[in-house]
Nanobody
Framework: QVQLVDSGGGLVQAGDSLRLSCAASGLTFSNYAVSWFRQAPGKEREFVAGSGAGTLYADSVKGRFTISRDSAKNTQYLQMNNLKPEDTAVYSC?????????????????WGQGTQVTVSS
């Protein structure tokens, strides 16, 4: 069974940086994509960034957030720089059995538990 554990959230000030981690286990195929979604109170969950055969970033985070990975640790990272109050949300990583990154949450079969990111102004 695939398991995703995301971590790294916290309380920071605007302009600060955080690095979120998504540790995966139980991966049995090489074709997959891992993406990050976020959901703020009272708002719908939205796509943030994803990596598979290629990478995709939401316009709202492009140039500020960067995905990287440590294959030896089966871990993907979301480096978040120049954080803004509007970035405040619960961030979750998710995996789909395709290397194509898409922004629709319904395309992803496995999800991490979520980690809270709070950015104060």
């Amino acid at each position: 069974q695939v398991q995703l554990v995301d971590s790294g959230g916290g309380l920071v000030q605007a302009g600060d940086s955080l690095r979120l981690s998504c540790a995966a286990s139980g991966l049995t195929f090489s074709n997959y994509a891992v993406s990050w979604f976020r959901q703020a109170p009272g708002k719908e969950r939205e796509f943030v960034a994803g990596s598979g055969a290629g990478t995709l970033y939401a316009d709202s985070v492009k140039g500020r957030f960067t995905i990287s990975r440590d294959s030896a640790k089966n871990t993907q990272y979301l480096q978040m720089n120049n954080l803004k109050p509007e970035d405040t949300a619960v961030y979750s990583c998710a995996l789909r059995w395709s290397a194509l990154v898409v922004s629709s949450q319904r395309a992803y079969a496995y999800w991490g538990q979520g980690t809270q990111v709070t950015v104060s102004s």
